[in-house]
């Protein structure tokens, strides 16, 4: 009988597009965290790096690229998704947090 670390570990093994999809989740969580710390210039620069070595623009060597270029689609897609949920995320966060700024009265107010 098959247990669930022999499936899983046999499905990781043989489908290369999970694993293009795997890394492209994990580089936009990356991408993510970047934005999130304050770093948006080099969070943009690197999501632009990724998506380009994914399609073959920029040259690159093929032995550490071969499982993302192989199916490109599914590394761009995750690594698109999961950096925007991320950006998308800081963004309502900061919004719902307000400003992090305490209220000062106002002169002439009194606290009764």
């Not at 499905?11 to 580089?27: K, Y």
Request: charged share 10%; aromatic share 10%.
């Amino acid at each position: 009988m098959a247990t669930v670390e022999t499936v899983l570990s046999s499905i990781f093994s043989t489908i290369p597009e999970l694993h293009s999809g795997q890394l492209g989740l994990l580089s936009g969580v990356l991408v993510g965290i970047l934005y999130w710390h304050g770093h948006r210039q080099s969070s943009l620069a690197l999501l632009t790096a990724f998506y380009l070595l994914a399609l073959g623009v920029v040259p690159a060597p093929q032995r550490g690229l071969a499982v993302v270029q192989y199916k490109p689609w599914y590394f761009c897609s995750f690594l698109i998704l999961a950096s925007l949920t991320t950006i998308g995320t800081r963004v309502v966060w900061t919004r719902v947090s307000g400003p992090n700024q305490p209220r000062v009265p106002e002169v002439g107010s009194r606290d009764v």
